[in-house]
């Protein structure tokens, strides 16, 4: 591998898609899930963490760099770690980071680890074109494939 990957990066054009990742350098942490690479997506209004399978060390050694904590005020797309699993849950990711909703991408309720608090950390966003009707959790498991669309306004949820 050494031979074959030791070249520059060769700058990426994603399409007005601005990516920053973050990760916990080995061997601070050890174990593969705290080595997930953080992805910060950015486009346009949007601004989505997608941080792999991360579970709470990961995140607190995360939460040491201001780099790292500055990036999560501005996420309004929060994509829970590790499948919403309560290992992947770290309440002090949320004194930073005030999105408006959590997605979750899992499978039907099998484990009482799949239970979550994240409700709780999210704004809500309003829902099926209700004034009232606001969602704060929305999971593969209950709301199937989710795609979101930016708008000159802001962007908008599709399931």
């Known amino acids: 591998m050494h ?9 990426v054009d994603y399409g007005g898609v601005d990516l920053e990742t973050f990760c916990v350098d ?6 593969t899930n705290n080595l997930s690479v953080v992805s910060f997506l950015d486009y346009g209004p949007v601004h ?13 050694e995360l939460l040491k760099n201001p780099a790292f904590t500055n990036r999560l005020r501005s996420v309004n797309i929060f994509v829970a770690s590790h499948h919403g699993r309560q290992n992947g849950y770290c309440e002090d990711v949320f004194t930073y980071c005030h999105p408006d909703i959590i997605l979750i991408s899992d499978k039907e309720m099998v484990h009482d680890t799949q239970d979550h608090e994240y409700a709780k950390h999210a704004g809500g966003i309003l829902w099926n074109e209700s004034n009232t009707d606001r969602r704060y959790v929305l999971t593969t498991r209950c709301d199937g494939h989710m795609c979101i669309t930016t708008a000159a306004r802001g962007y908008m949820y599709h399931v």
Not at 3 to 11: K, L
Request: glycine share 8%; proline share 18%; charged share 20%.
């Open 26 to 31: 080995y061997p601070t942490l050890a174990d």
């Open 48 to 60: 989505i963490v997608i941080p792999g399978d991360l579970e709470k060390p990961g995140w607190n």
């Open 3 to 11: 031979r074959e990957y030791i070249h520059p990066a060769i700058p």
